[in-house]
């Protein structure tokens, strides 16, 4: 008779244990998915500031934001105003232009120049 009650008492336990088992299981699941849906919802809201940053540094590029600081900012020209923009003058030789690049000027001549306010002979 006690061998019965003991088996019973322990089948008893390990079921109570097994049941205790799954609650817990259940709550870590629960909880993970919560953690996982408010995961998707900050990655959604990352995603959306990454296109928002995109296309922000897009306008900001364009020459239509360039204009809008130039005349709100600086105050150069109404809404009015066209822009006109000549294309960039490029060098036919690359190399034209290293002669001046390379030189340079003595420190003597620089001074005289400073104090004379004359363009020096040497040039």
Known sequence: MIKKILIM???GFMALSAVNNLRIQYDSLKAAEENLLITKNELE???DKIKNLK???EYQKSDEYQYRILRGVY???DENNIWV???KKELEDPNENKFFED???PNWLKWWELFTKQ???IE
């Open 9 to 11: 008492l322990v089948a």
């Open 45 to 47: 809201e990352i995603q």
């Open 55 to 57: 296309f922000l540094i």
């Open 75 to 77: 105050g150069l020209g």
């Open 85 to 87: 923009e000549y294309p």
């Open 103 to 105: 030189r340079t000027i």
């Open 119 to 121: 363009k020096s002979v």
